[in-house]
């Protein structure tokens, strides 16, 4: 570098840019209910989206960066996509997030709601801040605060998504469209994923693969009585607890389908380890249990396991069973299930979403009419990091945390990271964000850590920073 970066200033340009600018913007933001595609099939003609994509457009043009571009990319019948350029030297490093959110959900604490930014004990809270309205500001911010030091940097790509609460559909053939502009980036930071505390850098080294289908079963033409039909027509809430015990052990949780298990690298197995010997009991804390109910295990490192490298299975919806206050004595004609299976990091979603469909679909019980569609998105096990990158995060978690960084795999899943592993082998991966604990993505009560996003901001200045001497260091 051409001069020597100063931690302490860089944080003071960041903790100011945040009160300053990307507070105020985030809690705008927040107001907007920019639902996924999945969410609201009438986005466009909503305009929620376009509003979000205006209002986040509008604060990456004001910043003071040097010969900063943007473009909002639009491609027929798809959400649009936030593309920025930033000149530096030869190398690129590519940033990413995305703008969409997840829907409202309910059991949101009293005065706090999915599109009211309500401010906490240093918490802002409301739907999409944390995960993942963040991520453009905190990009520009740190690059931001290194032209503020004039301290060199590559050029900088920035990509946000407007789809990838929907499992990323429209970002392959943006990606395809702006392939020559985008080039071949040397590093790739993505900021949508989680923390296991808030006290140190956190790299995510894996993601799971998802499988989200509808499985529809249907019996009858027409609701009937239930002492009339009881009996004699199969319920098809029966039929449903036996397809999926096809699928899942009821009493353990456990998956049974071959082509959705992987034996775990030992070099993941000892991060494990590390991060459930650091974090302890708050592996299960993290989850807001009822009084008295436990946790699949009390050995902090099987949930460790069972929630990043096992396949997993939840019911996340159910059409066709009225509410209680409006459920007569019925046997329901037809049930619509909305299942989501998350895959090991390694597994072949392709191949495991066939074999779900075969095994569901296959000799249904009492012949009832059973269908499951799918779609499938693989998921990623990040490359072996090079020296000069470990070195990084060590030297940014102990510089703005005063800890040492720790590694481990995430439960979620981010389809734009399989594809950057499969277009991009050689490429490496600063995957980190902002959810740790209670921080509650796509529940109720979604917040955002302010002083954790600004050491993190500054954070992946610095490891920006170190990218662009990697060579010499």
């Known amino acids: 570098m051409s001069k020597v970066l100063d931690t302490a200033e860089l944080q003071r340009f960041v903790d100011s840019t945040w009160d300053r600018s990307v507070v105020p913007e985030l809690c705008s933001y927040v107001r907007i209910p920019n639902k996924s595609p999945l969410f609201d099939p009438q986005w466009e003609q909503h305009g929620h989206m376009e509003r979000a994509v205006q209002l986040l457009a509008s604060w990456c043009r004001r910043q003071p960066i040097a010969g900063l571009t943007l473009e909002i990319a639009r491609l027929p019948g798809r959400t649009p996509l936030i593309f920025i350029e930033v000149p530096g030297t030869a190398d690129t490093v590519l940033l990413y997030g995305h703008l969409d959110k997840q829907p409202e959900f309910t059991g949101w604490q009293e005065g706090l709601g999915p599109w009211e930014p309500v401010i906490r004990d240093g918490r802002l809270y409301g739907r999409g801040a944390a995960d993942d309205g963040y991520a453009v500001f905190s990009s520009l911010t740190a690059i931001a605060a290194l032209e503020a030091q004039h301290i060199p940097h590559a050029r900088c790509v920035v990509l946000i998504e407007a789809g990838e609460e929907s499992g990323s559909p ?85 998956l049974k389908l071959a082509e959705l298990k992987v034996e775990i690298p030992e070099e993941r197995r000892r991060q494990i ?18 009084p ?21 299975l939840t019911v996340t919806g159910i059409d066709g069973l009225p509410n209680v206050c409006n459920a007569g004595n019925v046997l329901a004609p037809r049930l619509t299930v909305k299942l989501s299976f998350r895959l090991p990091p390694t597994a072949d979603a392709a191949e495991a979403a066939a074999a779900i469909r075969r095994t569901l679909e296959a000799d249904p019980p009492y012949k009832a009419r059973v269908s499951f569609s799918c779609g499938a998105d693989s998921g990623w096990n990040a490359p072996p990091l090079e020296p000069w990158l470990e070195r ?10 005063g800890r040492e960084g720790m590694a481990m795999g995430v439960g979620g899943t981010i389809p734009f990271m399989a594809m950057l592993g499969a277009r991009f082998p050689r490429t490496q991966f600063l995957v980190t964000g902002v959810l740790g604990p209670h921080s509650n993505a796509h529940g109720p009560n979604e917040f955002l850590h302010i002083d954790y996003a600004k050491r993190l901001t500054a954070g992946v200045a610095q490891v920006i920073a170190r990218h662009a001497i990697r060579r010499s260091a």
């Open 392 to 401: 990084a995060v060590q030297e940014a978690s102990h510089s703005f945390f």
């Open 292 to 312: 008295g109910v436990q946790a699949i295990s009390k050995d902090a490192f099987d949930l460790l396991v069972n929630s990043t490298w096992k396949p997993t």
């Open 273 to 290: 380890a590390a991060t459930a010997k650091l974090l302890g009991d708050s592996v299960a804390a993290r989850m807001p249990f009822v």
């Open 170 to 254: 429209d970002l392959p053939a943006h990606v395809e469209a702006l392939a020559p502009r985008i080039g071949t980036p040397s590093l790739v930071v993505c900021l949508d994923a989680e923390a296991g505390d808030y006290e140190r850098l956190w790299l995510t080294t894996s993601l799971r693969g998802n499988i989200v289908g509808t499985l529809d079963i249907q019996v009858l033409t027409e609701g009937v009585h239930s002492g009339a039909g009881g009996g004699i027509a199969p319920s098809c809430f029966d039929v449903l607890r036996q397809l999926l015990s096809r699928v899942a052990d009821e009493s353990t949780g456990e």
